[in-house]
Structure formats: structure tokens, C-alpha cells
């Protein structure tokens, strides 16, 4: 058998290159989903730090594997699926990058946590409370609440109503019943979670959303928060 033109060859370890960030996500996503490891190492180790540097090496071989094909049309079929893959894994983690930031590693805890009403938050209790406790996430102060563009909704909802919110807004609710309504949110891709809190009061309802890891989720748990309210003000 005919060994493949060098330019071929190239073409191909640059295309294997080109999928080894994406490959890291996938073993990284697999590895937490199966239990395997935790959020720090599939996340903040593995997907943030290996795959993003495998990233920016996959773009530059993308690059070379163009510049293979420009001599050798055979290779043309291995630099345009280069091309698109590095393209996509470039464009992704940018984006990404740009919205949540990199995980510091040793520096302070970073706990998205927001709610309407920062001066007297509606705390979280039940089982949501001990999901929470096992996980070790810690207890905000007052003036550790993020800040996000959210008002306390000025009537006193009903427990169905405040649960139909919740579910609208992707969580799953643990609990409703009167004065509040409380559920819990799964992320897809890393099963990063968000807890939510409707606490129903007379004339006043207040909301609370609050991640469990400590990492920067790029405003998600203030998206939430906001949807939340939004769906409790819906006619």
C-alpha cells in the first residue's frame, strides 16, 4: 500500500491537535457526570485550564493545516475539518472566557449569591438547607450579596404561584406551602447548581438565588433571580 503524501500525514496529526481540547471538555464532563471527580478538577482544572490550552494550540493548528493544504489538495479534506473544529473550540471558550472569567486557583471563594432583598434575605431551610450544608456552601453575610437589578415584588403571591415560577425558570421544586417556596436548578453540560427561595410575606415577596460552588458564573445566578421575579409579576 502507497504510504499517504507527507503533506497528508501533517495534515492529519495537525487535525488530531486541532481535537484534543474538545476531547478534554467531553473527559472532563463525562468524569463529573460519572462521579468520578469533582467540579475543581473537571471544571477548573480540566476544562478551564488543560482544554483552554489546548485550545489556543488547536487554533494554531488549524492555521497550519491550511497552510499544508495549500500544497497538497489531498490534504484540503483534513485542514477544512481542522479548520471548523478549531474554529468553534476557539470561539467557544472565548466567549466563555469573556463572560465568566478564568477560576482562580487559590484565590477567594467567588459565591454567586443575589437576592431582592439584601437588608433581610430570605434564608434557605428544609432539605434545600441541607443540601446545602452538606455540600459545605458557606453563609453569606448581608453585605456579601451580589448585586443585580431585581425589586422585591410588592404583593403577597400565592405558594402555587410561587412554585409555577420556579418551574418556569428550569428549577425543581422541594418545597411550597405557606409563606414560601423553595427548588433547586441543575446546570446541563458541568451539573452546576443554583438554589432558589421565595419567601411570601403580606404585601411582600422576596426572592434569593444563590450557587452552591464557589466559582464566577458570569451573572447566571442575577439571570435567574430576575426570571424569577418576572414570572411571579406575569398576568
Given at each position: 500500500m502507497a504510504q499517504a503524501p507527507r503533506?497528508?500525514?501533517w495534515a492529519r496529526v495537525l487535525?488530531?491537535?486541532?481535537?484534543?481540547?474538545?476531547?478534554?471538555?467531553?473527559?472532563?464532563?463525562?468524569?463529573?457526570?460519572l462521579g468520578v471527580w469533582d467540579w475543581t478538577v473537571g471544571y477548573s482544572l480540566l476544562?478551564?485550564?488543560?482544554?483552554?490550552a489546548f485550545a489556543a494550540l488547536g487554533a494554531v493548528a488549524a492555521l497550519g493545516g491550511v497552510v499544508v493544504a495549500l500544497g497538497e489538495k489531498k490534504a484540503g479534506p483534513f485542514a477544512l475539518v481542522g479548520l471548523v473544529a478549531g474554529a468553534v473550540t476557539a470561539t467557544i471558550y472565548g466567549l466563555h472566557v469573556a463572560s465568566h472569567g478564568l477560576p482562580v486557583a487559590g484565590g477567594p471563594a467567588l459565591l454567586a449569591d443575589v437576592t431582592t432583598n439584601p437588608?433581610?434575605?430570605?434564608?434557605?431551610?428544609?432539605?434545600?438547607?441541607?443540601?446545602?450544608?452538606?455540600?459545605?456552601v458557606p453563609t453569606l453575610t448581608a453585605s456579601a450579596f451580589g448585586a443585580c437589578q431585581a425589586a422585591t415584588v410588592p404583593t403577597q403571591v400565592a405558594p402555587s404561584v410561587a412554585a409555577y415560577a420556579l418551574q418556569q425558570a428550569g428549577f425543581t421544586v422541594l418545597g411550597s406551602g405557606v409563606g414560601?417556596?423553595?427548588?433547586?436548578?441543575?446546570?446541563?453540560?458541568?451539573?452546576?447548581?443554583?438554589d432558589a427561595v421565595i419567601r411570601i410575606r403580606p404585601g411582600q415577596t422576596d426572592v434569593r438565588v444563590s450557587?452552591?460552588?464557589?466559582?464566577?458564573?458570569?451573572?447566571?445566578?442575577c439571570g435567574l433571580l430576575q426570571t424569577i421575579v418576572s414570572n411571579l409579576q406575569a398576568p
Amino acid at each position: 500500500m502507497a504510504q499517504a503524501p507527507r503533506a497528508v500525514r501533517w495534515a492529519r496529526v495537525l487535525l488530531a491537535l486541532t481535537l484534543l481540547s474538545p476531547a478534554v471538555a467531553f473527559v472532563a464532563v463525562a468524569g463529573m457526570k460519572l462521579g468520578v471527580w469533582d467540579w475543581t478538577v473537571g471544571y477548573s482544572l480540566l476544562a478551564m485550564r488543560v482544554g483552554l490550552a489546548f485550545a489556543a494550540l488547536g487554533a494554531v493548528a488549524a492555521l497550519g493545516g491550511v497552510v499544508v493544504a495549500l500544497g497538497e489538495k489531498k490534504a484540503g479534506p483534513f485542514a477544512l475539518v481542522g479548520l471548523v473544529a478549531g474554529a468553534v473550540t476557539a470561539t467557544i471558550y472565548g466567549l466563555h472566557v469573556a463572560s465568566h472569567g478564568l477560576p482562580v486557583a487559590g484565590g477567594p471563594a467567588l459565591l454567586a449569591d443575589v437576592t431582592t432583598n439584601p437588608a433581610e434575605p430570605p434564608v434557605f431551610s428544609g432539605t434545600l438547607a441541607d443540601q446545602r450544608s452538606a455540600a459545605g456552601v458557606p453563609t453569606l453575610t448581608a453585605s456579601a450579596f451580589g448585586a443585580c437589578q431585581a425589586a422585591t415584588v410588592p404583593t403577597q403571591v400565592a405558594p402555587s404561584v410561587a412554585a409555577y415560577a420556579l418551574q418556569q425558570a428550569g428549577f425543581t421544586v422541594l418545597g411550597s406551602g405557606v409563606g414560601r417556596a423553595d427548588g433547586t436548578r441543575t446546570g446541563f453540560w458541568f451539573g452546576f447548581n443554583h438554589d432558589a427561595v421565595i419567601r411570601i410575606r403580606p404585601g411582600q415577596t422576596d426572592v434569593r438565588v444563590s450557587a452552591r460552588q464557589a466559582r464566577p458564573d458570569g451573572g447566571e445566578a442575577c439571570g435567574l433571580l430576575q426570571t424569577i421575579v418576572s414570572n411571579l409579576q406575569a398576568p
